[in-house]
């Protein structure tokens, strides 16, 4: 397992963009596959993205598809979530995970490290 520090929430209007960020606190990126999950108030989580430890391949939830994008920078030991056309369905918490895996997936229970959350709140 590994601390994933996680940034950029905040509030933003509907149509509006915002970046989340996250690295692994004293660990190397390029050793995970990583992704976000988002769980809404009274919801259940819900995958959002991920993407391989190579960064070739990437996966999305329907809903975001064309507006949101992962991506990685190893040499900045950072993942990003570029979240674009927000709207207030996309309100929620949202947490980024890691795997000591070559591959990405959609699957919560496959990954063992989670961060700690950031809220993303959308007004209408």
């Known amino acids: 397992q590994v601390q994933l520090v996680e940034s950029g929430g905040g509030l933003v209007q509907a149509g509006g963009s915002l970046r989340l960020s996250c690295s692994p606190s004293?660990?190397?990126?390029?050793?995970?596959?990583m992704g976000w999950f988002r769980q809404a108030p009274g919801k259940e989580r819900e995958f959002v993205a991920a993407?391989?430890?190579?960064?070739?391949?990437?996966y999305y939830t329907d809903s975001v598809k064309g507006r949101f994008t992962i991506s990685r920078d190893n040499a900045k030991n950072t993942v990003y979530l570029q979240m674009n056309s927000l709207n207030p369905e996309d309100t929620s918490v949202y947490y980024c995970?890691?795997?000591?895996?070559?591959?990405?997936?959609?699957?919560?229970?496959?990954?063992?490290?989670w961060g700690q959350g950031t809220q993303v709140t959308v007004s209408s």
């Open positions: 995970v890691a795997r000591s895996a070559v591959i990405a997936t959609m699957n919560e229970r496959l990954y063992d490290s």
């Open positions: 004293g660990r190397t990126l390029s050793t995970f596959a």
């Open positions: 993407i391989s430890r190579s960064g070739g391949e990437t």
